[in-house]
């Protein structure tokens, strides 16, 4: 029998307690024991919940209860959950988390503190929601020296950008539907600016490369500056805006980490990936191009992740999970500026400017253009400061790397 | 130190040999051990080859070697590979396989084996190619009830609908193509009949349900009778037409598995798999819908899965890896006969007469059609005898499937 306490009943955290009643069945005969859900830890009680009788409102009773053996964090945030996280790895207990900014913020010190209890501390919902991602990064492809991690990591904004591409709406009235549907939260800015699709490749990253990456080394730009004047450009050359999180191995060993809009070519697997679903897609030297695809958020795909690592945590009591990766610092990443990129770029200027300034580039059309707008694709990749350096009077409007 | 024999240095085996060694580095660090090539069977000779000296001609030599802890089988085939299997196994080894007749056929009697003997038998290989997708199944979807395997498992045939699809070719040219580019073999049957195909799905059904499945078990179809007609009355409908594997688990129990062509909605993730590329899509009650795409096969993705295996097997030498089924039998699977499902019918007839059989049904053209030849899309689903007794005096000339 193994023992079980949810901290957090919000979406996913009462998503695992359906997910471990409604399985029951098939959970324990795969792993061979009863997985039993003992506490649920909220500030609220839920009176009329057939959870009600499990709710507890104090940590400290699920800290000092030794039959818990594994603690399932979906509180969110880096605090409370940090604290808790903390506190139960060092009671022994193994910790199963949704928390991305938990992992991207503190990921390294409470891998050591597991390691170091001889716990788990295991978070495959922390990224894609339930598309198996992180388990199948660290093991299945672990013959491969990995080079590039590159997905489309937020919901949220693929659908805004969906929106954008396949029906015309701008980006505030796209926004404001995906509000309406629940796909948004009333204070979008994480989702929209980039935030969270940073955690989840510093996630990826760290797994992928070995050394922890901080949000902060990743120089993250949001979809909140698309418009649908970029939209129809990249659809004039058979591509799609798509936001990307990716993290390049450079041939020094330093990690070109970075969440940024890129235009995609329509026919590129990625490109292909719309609405509220994620995808991810992995470079190995042996392997080529492989790509994980699944809804990337959603109570049900989240929980089901969250509890198939509870069962592989309770699979392995004895003898923890193995995720581990060593410590960040200045010298694991490098900065996109540093690298030529193909760039598209709208602007305020003439074509004949644009000639004059990106020899060979591609000139860009779209029905309604304003007379002083121009937009093109440089024909090779060169380094932002090179870009910037050859605009001269071209006022930039939009600048979106292009995906090779 | 963890040595390993490799039976059959063809193109998996020696794929196999070069990334062992190419990744040496990375794969002991993550091993934590070295993991070291000892033997590589052969009756052929490698003079020059780097591994050379590792050749021997006589199994018993790598049998009777108790430092040889796993043995890859990349022989292919159910003969001289099942007997080696066996007494690798019997004789204390793990073993790790790419060959997916001998699982199909023997997966159940060798996981049985292993489990007596307490080591391990994987196979990642040998579905997917190089696509993580066994492993997933087994774990990270593990909280699941999986409800239907379905995919694209076949580069070979996926290959050539594509270029009838996109270039136009007849599908004896393009087979003729894929030949000449090394993607089909000069004896096509297995690919091309779809063989190949229902030993995969058999394998991914086996782990998703949980019983042995038997290829005879599985009708199947394969793309010989696919003929450029189709592919434009495919497209005039919004479609493309594509060899899948399918497993659906019935209400009661029972898993309808079968291989045949589908027409498959343009927008849909699966229709975007092109070339030799895999695709493998499951379904489970808390999940959704979760897809795995990449490389089906080629020497190095093969062989970087059979390697991540390799290293699995050597970090659990004292506690084998858990994967297991139960025991075929007659009960497991129930005939796709037995289904209704929505068709698409090319047939020699009038337009009066399909809308005399099938009311409702949508009647599709294409350029060119001869006077005689009528196609649609049937209104609802209905079981194929009951397609067969509406057909009346139409003559079918390709009946295919829609996937819903």
């Known amino acids: 029998m193994v023992n079980v306490a949810i901290l957090g009943f919000g979406t996913v955290g009462s998503g695992v307690a359906e997910v471990l009643a409604k399985n029951a069945e098939h959970i324990d005969q795969k792993v061979e024991t009863p997985v039993r859900l003992k506490y649920i830890l909220d500030v ?17 009773v699920i800290e000092n209860d030794p039959t818990v053996e594994i603690v399932v964090e979906t509180i969110g945030g880096a605090t409370v959950a940090l604290d808790y996280t903390r506190r139960a790895l060092s009671a022994g207990k193994s910790v199963v988390s949704s928390n991305k900014e938990l992992v991207a913020e503190h990921g390294y010190e409470l891998l050591q503190l597991a390691a170091q209890k001889g716990v788990s501390y295991l978070f495959e919902a922390s990224v894609g929601g339930g598309i198996p991602i992180l388990r199948p990064l660290s093991q299945c492809l672990a013959a491969n020296e990995l080079t ?5 990591l937020n919901g949220t904004t693929n659908y805004i950008l969906t929106r954008m591409i396949r029906s015309g709406l701008t980006f505030e009235a796209a926004l404001k539907e995906a509000q309406a549907n629940g796909y948004a939260e009333k204070d979008p800015t994480a989702d929209v600016e980039g935030r969270d699709a940073c955690r989840k490749i510093c996630i990826l990253a760290a797994i992928a490369f070995g050394r922890h990456i901080y949000p902060q080394q990743v120089p993250t730009e949001g979809i909140s500056g698309v418009t649908l004047a970029d939209v129809a450009y990249a659809e004039s050359c058979n591509r799609k805006i798509k936001l990307l ?18 235009l995609v070519d329509a026919e590129a697997p990625l490109a292909g990936v719309e609405d509220v679903f994620n995808a991810i897609m992995v470079k190995g030297d042996a392997i080529g191009d492989v790509m994980f695809y699944g809804r990337g958020a959603g109570k049900l795909p989240t929980a089901s992740a969250v509890v198939a690592d509870v069962m592989d945590a309770a699979r392995h009591i004895q003898s923890r999970k193995h995720i581990e990766w060593g410590p960040g610092g200045e010298d694991v990443t490098v900065s ?11 602007a305020a200027g003439s074509a004949a400017a644009v000639r004059t300034a990106f020899p060979g580039a591609a000139l860009l059309s779209r029905p309604g253009a304003p007379a002083e707008e121009v937009a093109f694709l440089t024909a090779g990749a060169m380094t932002r400061a090179q870009l910037d350096a050859a605009l001269g009077d071209l006022r930039p409007l939009s600048v979106f790397r292009v995906l090779a």
Chains 1, 2 share one sequence.
């Open 245 to 262: 999180g990716r993290a390049v191995k450079e041939p020094d060993g330093r990690v070109c980490a970075y969440v940024a809009p890129h």
């Open 148 to 152: 590039e991690v590159c997905g489309i």
């Open 336 to 346: 996109p500026d540093q690298f030529p990129f193909r760039w598209y770029v709208r």
């Open 44 to 60: 609220r009680d839920f009176p009329g919940s057939p959870f009600e009788d499990k709710v507890v409102h104090d940590f400290s």
